[in-house]
């Protein structure tokens, strides 16, 4: 059974950190890319970052220069460091596992930033 559990949410003011985690089981973690999505209210999901099999990432430009995202596969594990978050960061984050075709979602974590 595939699995991916973030934790890390929660409440911060404008211009402070949080640290996202997904763990992944049930599949091959070091064989997957990885992706952090955000949702905000009213609006699409969309992609926040990525980082691949082989440790390359790729950031969306609004996000670029404050959030980076790192995995361990030691730990069957993806963060994603916050920083300076503004309250346009809030939403739901969404953990993703995708290998060729088959993408996996984890049930989010809220993220609110306060003004």
């Known amino acids: 059974q595939v699995q991916l559990v973030e934790s890390g949410g929660g409440l911060v003011q404008a211009g402070g950190s949080l640290r996202l985690s997904c763990t992944v089981s049930?599949?091959?973690?070091?064989?997957?890319?990885m992706g952090w999505y955000r949702q905000a209210p009213g609006k699409q999901r969309e992609l926040v970052a990525r980082?691949?099999?082989?440790?390359?990432?790729a950031y969306a430009d609004f996000v670029r220069g404050r959030f980076a995202i790192s995995r361990d596969n030691a730990k069957n594990t993806v963060y994603l460091q916050m920083n300076s978050l503004k309250p346009e960061d809030t939403g739901v984050y969404y953990c993703?596992?995708?290998?060729?075709?088959?993408?996996?979602w984890g049930q989010g974590t809220q993220v609110t930033v306060s003004s």
């Open positions: 980082i691949f099999i082989s440790g390359t990432t």
């Open positions: 993703n596992a995708l290998r060729f075709s088959t993408n996996y």
């Open positions: 049930g599949v091959i973690f070091s064989s997957h890319a």
